[in-house]
């Protein structure tokens, strides 16, 4: 049966086919129609302060859930705000679907006011985008857009609506399946090679499972757990994969990479086999490529062909969806012997005791002081409040990095973080998806000054919406990652990264009707962060640190991984007069 109504209403009516409960946006002229038709829908839409925050935000609800996010924006300004979002979920391979207003068919190309060619300016950071001129195309578009979005290697689908399109009235046929002909993915990986892989595990002496952000979208955190049990392999999660194996499980490291722990990249430059699962040899994981586990087989499964070889060749590729190529390999696992021959079991108790030793000659550890807040210290303690079960959101810098290395997660989509494009402001939004979709969880908005200020019209989101974060401020004054650069590898010539001036967090959390604090004192923190964790509301909390820390170990830019920096230069002695 089809009824008779407009474009709008249409669009609406697919996204709530979809699932949809609720949007991120910002409304304008030429999205007028389709926000008249929300006024009375059921789809809640959440109107941020900022269309990139709309993106962010999208984000921030996928990353927590799994599902598809939407954020819509207008045409022209509206639609370029979002292209920063755009990037950042392209690069982590986060699965949204936006929609944009465009100009009335006929005004395009015109330099129509508002006009601004986002299908053009989107081609680059999109899995794949549409520009919807004729109303019989929309509902097909729509619902092709969230498969695209959710299928294969996940990413985000840009929906361009023209304004006529969006006003014409036709007959609604609900679509029930999508067609892309030319649209495969490979999800059960290669029997033969799944074979191989096996094997090669059980003849491996030192073996690694290297795993990452795959894992989190592919839901594979199960099947990866008894892999790894199964196999009694050590573990690393990238950054973009915290949280895939519990931080607490025996058999898990920590994160490797430029800021990742000894132990980490030790076992990456030693082992003898990598087993990369939904991961893509970052470059802030390798470090100097060449250099990067040089005795190592490679195993690596990934959803992606583009990513097999990309910059590490592989000795066993499959091509697959990690979940899927877990649950076979662990049946064949299961019906075979276990390690080769004794020579190989005594290796790898070896291996283990060698790994224990690197984690115990230098953990990584909270530093503390008596007189100041140290960064790893408000890591601490929100670790210690969260028990590995809150979300934490984070900015990007130095920040983002102590609480990958010092909070625990004990299952996937805790943490959400900015991984591949790392992009400022990025924590406040997401933290605002996230409290939408997981309304009884608690989320730490975990930011650095910088990044808060690039976000603060977004506290009118949190406020208007009550939404109980936690905003959690680490304030060191400065733009703290590029000072410690600044300092590290430019003779300490700060050069724009003083942040001297930032409101008063109690009046700013009072302007927009809630509480707020600021600290300094050791002491005051375990305190400060109950109360905030306590208060129905939202909160801010502004922590100021000891402002010249640096984030430790650190790889510098083209070293090796094991060439780490463990920890700032001793002091030199002053010989005796
Ligand atoms: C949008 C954007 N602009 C610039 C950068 C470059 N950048 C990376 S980290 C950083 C400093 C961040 O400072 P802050 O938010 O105070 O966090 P901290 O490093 O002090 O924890 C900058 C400027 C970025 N990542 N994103």
Redesign the pocket.
């Known amino acids: 049966m089809s009824t008779l109504m407009s474009g709008a209403r249409m669009l609406l009516e697919c996204l709530s086919k979809e699932g949809v409960d609720c949007m991120f946006g910002y409304p304008g002229g030429v999205t007028l129609p389709f926000y008249d038709v929300l006024y009375d829908h059921h789809i809640r839409h959440v109107l941020v302060r900022h269309e990139q925050n709309a993106a962010f935000a999208a984000e921030g609800y996928t990353r927590a859930t799994g599902k598809v996010g939407v954020c819509c924006a207008t045409s022209g300004p509206g639609a370029t705000n979002l292209i920063?979002g755009l990037v950042d979920a392209m690069m982590d391979s986060i699965p949204i679907v936006a929609i944009t207003g465009q100009v009335s068919s006929k005004l395009i190309g015109s330099d129509a006011f508002q006009e601004a060619d986002t299908f053009g300016i989107t081609r680059s950071c999109t899995k794949h985008n549409y520009l919807v001129k004729k109303l019989d195309d929309l509902p097909r578009v729509l619902h092709e857009a969230f498969y695209v979005a959710a299928s294969g290697r996940p990413g985000p689908v840009l929906v361009d609506v023209t304004k006529d399109a969006l006003q014409a009235q036709g007959h609604y046929q609900p679509v029930t399946a999508v067609h892309l002909p030319g649209y495969k993915v490979f999800t059960e990986g290669h029997t033969g090679q799944i074979r191989r892989a096996a094997q090669l595990i059980q003849e491996s002496e030192r073996p690694l499972v290297y795993s990452g952000g795959g894992i989190v979208a592919a839901n594979a955190a199960r099947e990866l757990r008894e892999f790894v049990e199964r196999i009694d392999a050590p573990t690393v999660n990238t950054l973009m994969g915290l949280g895939g194996m519990p931080s607490e499980h025996p058999n898990f490291i920590s994160m490797p990479g430029m800021h990742g722990s000894y132990a980490a990249n030790m076992a990456m430059t030693n082992a003898d086999l990598l087993i990369a699962l939904g991961v893509r040899f970052d470059d802030r994981v390798t470090g100097r490529l060449a250099a990067f586990a040089p005795h190592a087989k490679v195993i690596h499964v990934d959803i992606d062909p583009a990513e097999i070889g990309k910059n590490r060749a592989p000795d066993v590729p499959i091509v697959g969806d990690v979940q899927r190529v877990l649950v076979r390999l662990n049946k064949v696992l299961a019906e075979s012997a276990g390690p080769a021959d004794e020579k190989v079991s005594a290796a790898r108790r070896g291996w283990w005791q060698q790994i224990r030793k690197w984690k115990e000659e230098h953990p990584l550890r909270a530093v503390t002081s008596d007189s100041e807040i140290k960064p790893q210290h408000l890591m601490a303690e929100i670790d210690r409040l969260s028990g590995g079960r809150a979300i934490v959101t984070s900015?990007?810098?130095?920040?983002?990095m102590w609480a990958a290395q010092l909070i625990r997660f004990g299952e996937p989509r805790l943490w959400l973080n900015s991984g591949g494009l790392?992009?400022?402001?990025f924590g406040l939004p997401a933290a605002i998806g996230a409290q939408f979709a997981c309304p009884d969880k608690l989320v730490f908005a975990l930011?650095?000054?910088?990044?808060?200020q690039?976000s603060i019209p977004e506290l009118a989101t949190v406020a208007s919406y009550g939404l109980p974060i936690k905003i959690v401020v680490?304030n060191?004054g400065?733009?703290?990652?590029?000072?410690q650069w600044q300092t590290l590898f430019y003779n300490n010539r700060l050069s724009a990264v003083a942040?001297d001036c930032f409101p008063d967090a109690e009046k700013l959390a009072a302007a927009y009707g809630f509480k707020g604090r600021s600290i300094d004192k050791p002491w005051e923190l375990a305190a400060a962060l109950e109360t905030a964790v306590q208060e129905p509301g939202p909160y801010l909390l502004n922590v100021k640190v000891s402002p010249e820390e640096n984030v430790y170990p650190m790889v510098p830019a083209g070293g090796a991984i094991h060439e780490m920096v463990l920890g700032p230069p001793e002091p030199v002695a002053v010989p005796a007069k």
């Open positions: 920063t900015d990007v810098g130095q920040h983002q790392g992009s400022m402001g930011v650095g000054d910088g990044g808060f690039m680490m060191n400065y733009l703290g990652m590029v000072r942040l």
